[in-house]
């Protein structure tokens, strides 16, 4: 099967020898997006200070970008990981996440991590989509969850996709 990779002059040119996505088949993988415009310059109003909300936004927009590149549309997210620098920014990418996706929600996970190339960046994150049609049989099963692990599950070409979170199951 063929591969294709995105290219946009609106994204930032990769600093490593990686793409920022590729389409194989009806599969899109989208990949170290983080809140940079593409010059390299870091989303937020003061320098040298870390702004988790307006990196993430810039994020958001530029996996948007990748994303419609490759042919696909939001709603066709079936997995998002993010990894954060510092734990005590998750409020704030957690409420930019809400903003970017609806019920039914992707699976997601959030991961701890130590840094990253470009000084000063919060966040990176990847995700797929998948451009055929997707099933998320998890949804409506229980209680609305919030935030960026509200999801159960989602079928999609043949795969499932989950959410590794605690579950209650006594109905509480």
Not at 153 to 161: E, R, W
């Amino acid at each position: 099967m063929a591969k294709r990779v995105v290219a946009s002059d609106r994204l930032m040119q990769p600093i490593a020898h990686f793409s920022h996505g590729v389409r194989v088949g009806t599969t899109v993988h989208l990949g170290a997006a983080a809140g940079v415009d593409a010059t390299r310059r870091l989303a937020g109003t003061t320098v040298g200070v870390g702004d988790m909300t307006a990196q993430a936004d810039r994020m958001f927009a530029n996996l948007r970008i990748a994303l419609e590149a490759m042919g696909g549309a939001w709603h066709q997210i079936v997995r998002v990981k993010t990894y954060i620098v510092d734990w005590r920014d998750l409020p704030a990418y957690s409420a930019v996440y809400a903003r970017q996706f609806t019920a039914p929600y992707p699976t997601a996970s959030t991961v701890g991590t130590w840094g990253f190339p470009l000084p000063q960046i919060l966040l990176e994150t990847e995700l797929v989509a998948c451009l055929d049609a997707t099933e998320r049989p998890m949804a409506g099963t229980r209680p609305a969850p919030s935030g960026p692990s509200a999801s159960g599950g989602v079928s999609a070409d043949g795969l499932h996709y989950c959410t590794a979170t605690a579950v209650d199951d006594r109905g509480a």
